[in-house]
């Protein structure tokens, strides 16, 4: 069983959708749970992040982790076609050293239809 | 406007040749990253360093180098030992390793190799 499971999609919805994107994962000592976005041909960028369990808002973004069922989804409202991309979870626990290193989920191809 | 800056954006090579990957910051972050990231695969982590002169293996790094000689650059060279170079080249920094949870990305560097 690999550590972060996601599916990758793709997954197209019309312009104005409630969008959700989902992560699973394994291992329990995960604290920190992030979301990317990436343009094809760019780098990943940094939406938000989210420390333990709960909900965060930024914005038509909102990022939900259940540490019990060790699931974590990003909702994005009013969704346009500039959300088109592919978005990346990632998700860190600490190291003995004191580290954080991210380990990636595969990404999810997002399309909004306008 | 502070950032990652990663050089050139394409990059073809013959087998056989070494080729270095320029990653410059300016956000004054201490942590330092270069992964690789595979069509339907998540970012895998080639290397990490802390501080200038340090710097450590991540879950691919053979067939790499790097080095650290100064906090604002991180550069890698894809060696001739690399079987599979072909791949889009992505580095990545963060405060300190502690925070390793918060990492930055620059835009990337494909590289092609036939």
């Known amino acids: 069983q690999k550590e972060v499971e996601q599916d990758p999609g793709p997954l197209s919805v019309p312009e104005g959708a409630i969008v959700s994107l989902n992560c699973t994962y394994s291992?329990?000592?995960?604290?920190?749970f992030m979301w990317y976005r990436q343009y094809s041909r760019k780098g990943p960028e940094l939406l938000m992040y989210?420390?333990?369990?709960g909900n965060k808002e930024d914005g038509r973004f909102t990022a939900q982790v259940d540490k019990s069922s060790k699931y974590i989804s990003l909702f994005i409202r009013d969704s346009q076609p500039s959300d088109s991309a592919t978005y990346l979870c990632a998700m860190s626990a600490r190291s003995g050293a004191g580290s954080y290193q991210l380990t990636f989920g595969k990404g999810t191809k997002l399309s909004v239809i306008p | 406007d502070g950032g990652i800056t990663q050089s050139p954006k394409y990059l073809f090579r013959k087998e056989g040749q070494n080729v270095t990957l320029s990653c410059e910051q300016n956000?004054?972050?201490?942590?330092m990253y270069w992964y690789r990231q595979d069509p339907g695969q998540g970012l895998r982590l080639i290397y990490y360093?802390?501080?200038?002169?340090?710097?450590q293996k991540g879950d691919i790094a053979e067939g790499y180098s790097v080095s650290r000689e100064k906090k604002e650059s991180f550069p890698l060279t894809v060696t001739s030992a690399q079987k599979n170079p072909t791949a889009f080249y992505l580095c990545?920094?963060?405060?300190?390793?502690?925070?390793?949870?918060?990492?930055?990305f620059g835009p990337g560097t494909r590289l092609t190799v036939t």
């Open positions: 990545a920094s963060s405060m300190s390793l502690g925070q390793g949870y918060e990492q930055y």
């Open positions: 956000l004054n972050h201490d942590a």
């Open positions: 291992n329990s000592a995960f604290q920190y």
């Open positions: 989210t420390y333990s369990s």
């Open positions: 360093s802390q501080i200038v002169n340090d710097f």
